[in-house]
């Protein structure tokens, strides 16, 4: 596809449960990158992958969250024992290596996750 | 650690006039890049304009600018001639340059929601 895509673009679990979000990013596109948006608030940094190696992960709020990128393509965001305070709009952007630098991330519409 | 603060949760502007939304940040980075992205309701954020700290001179996009005052630690987004499809959320943004073994992590405001009547 010509952007980044994300599935399921809505979740809705029960409290405990285990969800996946997958992210397609922009072929070519090396540098992938998942932010977490709470309602009415600005995206919040979760993890940076370079390739298929998490270049930094120091956003990933605690041990629930994990995110694989096995092929330095696909990414999938998995989220353990979810909690009501999970619940927020999980948003992938990728860019080409260079771009990184300079802010030239292109995202996808977010998957929405609600936390019953 | 750096924070960027939007102090404007919302604003409205009639059709073609202008509207300016304010943003400031908070760094001990000399060098640095900051940015405004548009959020509309399909939720996929856009640039709509970027600045490098190291340049003087302010960022222009057709519609759309900025005014940078580095010593002040301020950065706000003019759009002239606002069109409906301007209505959306703004976010301000920071990012580390390049020499700061930057791994291109944004950070952002808080948002601003602009709506544009006609």
């Known amino acids: 596809g010509a952007g980044v895509s994300q599935t399921p673009s809505n979740k809705v679990t029960e409290k405990g449960k285990y969800v996946e979000l997958r992210c397609d990013p922009i072929s070519g596109h090396t540098a992938l990158y998942w932010y977490r948006q709470s309602l009415g608030q600005g995206p919040e940094f979760l993890i940076y992958?370079?390739?298929?190696?998490?270049?930094?992960d120091s956003g990933l709020p605690n041990d629930r969250f994990f995110a694989v990128r096995p092929e330095g393509s696909v990414s999938t965001l998995k989220i353990q024992r979810t909690e009501r305070g999970d619940s927020a709009v999980y948003l992938c952007a990728s860019s080409l290596s260079g771009a990184v630098n300079t802010g030239e991330l292109f995202f996808g519409e977010g998957s929405r996750l609600t936390v019953l | 650690a750096q924070t960027v603060t939007q102090s404007q949760p919302e604003m409205s502007v009639q059709e073609a006039e202008t509207v300016t939304l304010s943003c400031t940040y908070d760094?001990?980075?000399?060098?640095?890049?900051l940015f405004w992205y548009k959020q509309p309701p399909s939720r996929q954020m856009i640039l709509v304009i970027r600045q490098e700290a190291y340049k003087q001179q302010n960022a222009t996009e057709n519609r759309f600018s900025v005014n940078f005052q580095k010593a002040a630690k301020s950065f706000s987004l003019k759009i002239s001639d606002s069109q409906l499809g301007d209505t959306a959320m703004y976010f301000c943004a920071f990012m580390k340059h390049r020499s700061s073994s930057n791994t291109g992590k944004l950070i952002f405001g808080q948002g601003t929601t602009l709506q544009v009547k006609p």
């Open positions: 760094t001990s980075e000399s060098n640095y890049y």
């Open positions: 992958f370079q390739g298929t190696g998490a270049a930094d």
